[in-house]
């Protein structure tokens, strides 16, 4: 084939590519991935070929038949894929010719590869929303089961990295589960959008043959054909919306993989991830790294740069389609395979982790963690503008500090020396206990705000 013209547009050329020529236009080596969505689309195209008289149906039926065989040999690995017909579409086409002969010459009427790849691509992607909606769904209920089992384990909640105010493991937990719910939606939105059929623009300007796209549109899957056909082959949004959203979803994983990074560490002992999830060292017997975790934390990085990668290449494109446009897919196969294997990890570094309830205790009562409560007491018991109660705090907790103890640890003279109108009854708040049973604002850490939440999730994901 090198050395000849082309087949499929032979008529015009009279030599064959130059080998370089052939290795930088080739797609086959990756769109193959398309093969799936080729051939649906191939298929529902001839039925409408033949429904509206284009072709005769004695010829689409050949045609639907020999693509169901271009479809097994695909499916069983035997398809020789050839690099000189490029890209799949001609690859199926070529082998639909040798299968079924002149009728195969038939199927492209009306069509061209740029409202073919414009569909397949956007097909392909269409289902990517769906495969990371339901790995979202998972991880979500493997979040939803650990905040169950400790939806009261009272924890350090932290801004700064720095230990700020008691909070429970459930409603740590349940921040991720919120997240991930706008992940999901994201991808909802985004598959609403991109639901609109392109087949049927042909090269660019639609066709002269009298063809129905609603039929195709209908038969693919598709809410409507897209109403303008520059726009239908020139457009990669879709390819760009899931990029974006699969960009934000890998950075919520980014920061929990961090956080189980941190936690899984000898310092803390919040959790203690398991050996089907861990590796060990070569050299250390003691160690047990999160591997998965680091690399999960790690995703985003070649997620992001497939958006911001697709993104250069559609910039300053004119319209219709460009041959630059080919550069859209190894980036966008390459960032949901990342996305999926990510979700996969996490959902199961999440089902299979244990966090460990004192150690949580332990560090929520370190670092004046009550200090807001003790404010707030002074605030509603004393009468203290919110600012003076702030300052008195802070004084006990220098002096706490200076004797190396907690707060609930000092006298009532030691409190009293800070500001007279303290009680007694200060130290009702200032346990890590009291602390998050108060905080039962909507949202709040309370465990019974973190039960009805946990609830209201359970109901969403049942459906
Ligand atoms: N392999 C091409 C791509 O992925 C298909 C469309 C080619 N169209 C064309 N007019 N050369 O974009």
Known sequence: MTDSANSMWGGRFAAGPDAIM????????????????????SRAHAAMLAATGIIEASDAEAIREGLLTVLSEIEAGTFQFSTALEDIHMNVESRLKELIGEPAGRLHTARSRNDQVALDFRMWVRDQCDVASNGIAALQKALLAQAETGADWVMPGFTHLQTAQPVTWGHHMMAYVEMLGRDASRFADARARMNESPLGAAALAGTSFPIDRNMTAKELGFDRPSANSLDAVADRDFALEFLAAASICAMHLSRLAEELVIWSSAQFRFVAMSDRFSTGSSIMPQKKNPDAAELVRAKIGRILGATVGLFTVMKGLPLTYSKDMQEDKEQVFDAADNLMLALAAMEGMVGDMSANPDALRSAASSGFSTATDLADWLVREAGLPFRD?????????????????DLPELSLDE?????????????????????????????GTAPDQVRAQIARWKTQLED
């Open 22 to 41: 052939e290795a930088i236009n080739a797609s086959i080596g990756f769109d193959q991935r398309l093969a799936a969505q080729d051939i649906e689309g």
């Open 389 to 405: 109660a702030h300052h008195v705090t802070g004084r006990l907790v220098a002096l706490a500090e200076d004797k190396g103890c």
């Open 415 to 443: 409190m009293k020396s800070a500001h007279d109108a303290i009680t007694d009854g200060v130290f009702d708040v200032l346990g890590v206990d009291n602390s998050v049973r108060s905080r039962t604002s909507y949202g």
